[in-house]
């Protein structure tokens, strides 16, 4: 692993150490970065992951502490640092061949660690048979989301790092696997709705976005829901970068793709999120029917929507959500 360190303001040498190793996953607080890198037992069993703990300070790079925890973590969002002591949810996956029969199970794991990577807290066993989907630390609280049927949204008390403990839990049909704060006492969730396989599991349906209500840490609740066609896929359902959010408009979205006879329809997916009436409220103006290209990111800047295609980048305003101007693209 190489970590480059430099000022942006000014032209001193740029500061670059070298470590043994690779890491799966990165988090970065303001003055540390963490590198959580699986130990596999053979090519697909990950027995445990190493944490490698680094100091951050102006533009130098020090390796200060390693530690190791149970499982392995689903994305950085699985990896949190609140008051110097590092949050870390993982998944354990566990096989065996006996008897010519293979078994397997999951099972899930919340750490605390504190500044030297030394574990002071646990909750050793979250849920049996079912692995983690989606994670997020808002402060002292932490939210987790399993999966194996339903969707279990886990929140956990984390103000006493060597107690953490469960005060509630929500199940509901599918499960997200992004979640993004909206304020204090809510809590937006992506993923998908599921159906049975026909072979005794379960398969993806349609995307799902759901607004949870966590006012009550013990009593979590879903308000309100929507689903997209179940032709539509996009980038969202794995790659957070995907979503567009803006707060004082009330709007979330993220590009999509949908399958069309006379064409694919393309763009971005909007909705307005009306916690008085609750429900989202979609807006359909912003998507068109093309043989090419594809919607692959969408941002805000003052009061416009750009829209960003591999081919173009389209311009709407945010009040009317009316097209401005477009830029075609040489790619």
Do not use: C
Not at 181 to 198: F, L, M, R, S, T
């Amino acid at each position: 692993s190489i970590i480059a360190g430099f000022n942006l303001n000014s032209k001193d040498d740029v500061n670059i150490e070298t470590f043994f190793g690779a890491g799966d996953n990165i988090y970065v607080s303001e003055n540390n970065m963490y590198i959580v890198s699986a130990n596999y037992k053979n090519y697909w069993i990950a027995t445990d992951s190493t944490i490698i703990k680094f100091k951050l300070q102006n533009a130098k790079i020090t390796a200060v502490a390693e530690g190791k925890v149970k499982g392995y973590v689903n994305n950085q969002f699985s990896i949190d640092e609140y008051n110097g002591n590092l949050r870390i949810a993982t998944t354990i996956y566990e096989s065996d061949i006996w008897n010519y029969e293979y078994e397997s199970k999951y099972s899930t794991r919340l750490t605390i660690f504190n500044e030297n990577l030394e574990k002071i807290g646990e909750i050793e066993n979250l849920v049996e048979d079912e692995k983690i989907y989606a994670v997020r630390f808002i402060g002292k609280v932490g939210y987790i989301v399993t999966f194996e049927e339903i969707d279990p949204l886990w929140v956990i008390d984390l103000s006493d790092p060597s107690n953490p403990v469960v005060k509630g839990a929500l199940e509901i049909p599918g499960y997200s696997s992004y979640l993004h704060p909206y304020d204090e006492n809510h809590i937006i969730g992506i993923g998908y709705n599921v159906k049975d396989n026909g072979y005794g599991g379960y398969m993806n349906d349609s995307i799902k976005v759901s607004m949870f209500d966590v006012t009550n840490l013990e009593n979590p609740k879903e308000l309100f829901n929507i689903s997209m066609d179940k032709n539509a896929i996009s980038d969202i359902t794995y790659e957070h970068k995907a979503l567009f959010f803006n707060k004082k408009e009330n709007l979330i979205g993220f590009p999509f793709y949908k399958y069309n006879r006379r064409g694919n329809e393309v763009g971005l997916i909007l909705y307005r999120i009306d916690l008085e009436n609750n429900k989202f409220e979609e807006i359909k103006d912003l998507t068109e029917i093309t043989n090419y290209g594809r919607a692959q990111r969408a941002i805000y800047i003052g009061d416009s929507i750009y829209t960003l295609y591999i081919n173009k980048i389209v311009k709407y305003d945010i009040v009317n959500f009316e097209k401005t101007k477009e830029l075609e693209l040489d790619y």
